[in-house]
């Protein structure tokens, strides 16, 4: 299985009401290199992946997200229950954990 395979089966475990940092998914998949579960996420093109649940370190949403930008993971998280407040998710209360 490749890299970006890897990156998209560990997102479908994150949690419905739960998000997870590009970092955090890094190193669970044993890696440092973030920017590459970035790249891995924004190049997926199956819906059933929940890409919408992966933020930045400060739990900020992406700029670019891959299913029509920030307003639309805002959206898809509200409706799982995750507060957005602007563009930011509180990592200490919805920060998945493996």
């Known amino acids: ?8 089966q560990l ?5 419905a009401g739960k998000v997870a940092t590009y970092g955090q998914l890094a190193k669970a998949l044993g890696t440092r290199d973030a920017r590459r579960v970035g790249q891995a996420l ?5 819906a059933k992946t929940p890409c919408h649940r992966v933020v930045n370190k400060s739990g900020e949403l992406a700029a670019n997200f891959g299913w029509d930008g ?16 602007e563009r930011n ?3 200490n209360k ?3 954990e493996k």
Do not use: C, P
């Open 1 to 8: 299985m490749d890299f970006f395979q890897r990156v998209y």
């Open 42 to 46: 924004h190049a997926n093109k199956d």
């Open 94 to 96: 919805y920060q998945w």
């Open 11 to 15: 997102t479908r475990q994150i949690s």
């Open 89 to 91: 998710v509180d990592l």
């Open 70 to 85: 920030w307003r639309e993971q805002k959206r898809r998280l509200e409706v799982e229950g995750v507060k957005v407040n």
